[in-house]
């Protein structure tokens, strides 16, 4: 089964692309939506992933920044 984390802030550029992009997953897909304003602890293994800024999708290892919520370093 794909993993994907779907990384975001939850601001409404974050929000709004989360409800756009996941609902075209496959059902195969497994998917694990973190909230970095929620879950600062996470943040680091955001950056491992190669998130630079926020809403960002990360499938296999490949991430895929949507649109520009907030950058990283502002997360911390």
């Given at each position: 089964?794909?993993?994907?984390?779907?990384?975001?802030?939850?601001?409404?550029?974050?929000?709004?692309?989360?409800?756009?992009?996941?609902?075209?997953?496959?059902?195969?897909?497994?998917?694990?939506?973190?909230?970095?304003?929620?879950?600062?602890?996470?943040?680091?293994?955001?950056?491992?992933?190669?998130?630079?800024?926020?809403?960002?999708?990360?499938?296999?290892?490949?991430?895929l920044?949507?649109?520009f919520?907030?950058?990283?370093?502002?997360?911390?």
């Amino acid at each position: 089964m794909t993993k994907a984390r779907f990384y975001h802030a939850g601001c409404p550029v974050c929000v709004s692309a989360e409800q756009a992009l996941l609902q075209h997953l496959s059902s195969d897909v497994e998917i694990d939506v973190i909230h970095l304003g929620e879950q600062p602890g996470r943040v680091a293994e955001a950056e491992l992933a190669g998130v630079k800024s926020v809403p960002a999708l990360v499938i296999d290892g490949n991430v895929l920044h949507i649109n520009f919520g907030a950058p990283i370093e502002a997360l911390k």
